[in-house]
């Protein structure tokens, strides 16, 4: 079985591209530093640099909402491979493979921790909405996920 479970904060923002073709896909790279559990006495906190890659929808996803110090979690799977650079050495390489990513904290606990930095974005158009419906207030207690 090859499963991994990350928690940590982006270390930059994602670097996506979009594969060639008909149907271009969205492979977004985003390295997560993740603090080690235990440290020696006297030792400063480290933390491993772990290189994720997200394709199709998960890296659209990335693309838009991640961003430097952002805290997230993550499920994948470890991949290795190996490629001959321009010097003719061999390189290899390791990621995670993003099966599944979400947000490890709120936005407002983001921004408390300096993590957090709005990202310009164009505004929709009033006539578009957002897809959601208003609820009208003092229907909280009808609610079944309160």
Same mark, same amino acid.
């Given at each position: ?12 923002d994602p &670097? ?6 008909? @149907? ?7 390295t ?5 559990r235990?440290?020696? %006495?006297?030792?400063q906190?480290?933390?491993d ?13 990335a ?7 952002i805290k997230?979690a993550?499920?994948g ?9 321009? *010097?003719? @050495?061999?390189v290899?390489t390791t %990621?995670v493979?993003v &099966?599944e @990513? *979400? ?7 983001? &921004?408390?921790?300096?993590g957090y @930095?709005?990202v ?5 158009s009033a006539?578009?909405? %957002?897809g959601f419906?208003?609820?009208?207030d003092g229907?909280?207690? *009808?609610?079944?996920?309160n």
């Amino acid at each position: 079985m090859n499963k991994v479970i990350l928690m940590g904060r982006l270390t930059r923002d994602p &670097e996506v591209r979009y594969s060639q073709g008909e @149907q271009a896909t969205a492979v977004a790279r985003y390295t997560l530093a993740v603090d080690r559990r235990f440290r020696r %006495d006297g030792d400063q906190q480290t933390a491993d640099f772990i290189n994720c890659v997200a394709f199709g929808r998960s890296g659209e996803f990335a693309e838009k909402y991640f961003h430097k110090g952002i805290k997230v979690a993550i499920t994948g799977r470890i991949q290795t491979g190996s490629y001959t650079n321009q *010097e003719g @050495q061999k390189v290899y390489t390791t %990621d995670v493979v993003v &099966e599944e @990513q *979400e947000f490890a904290e709120s936005k407002a606990a983001s &921004e408390q921790s300096g993590g957090y @930095q709005p990202v310009a974005r164009p505004e929709p158009s009033a006539a578009a909405g %957002d897809g959601f419906m208003n609820i009208p207030d003092g229907i909280d207690e *009808e609610l079944p996920f309160n």
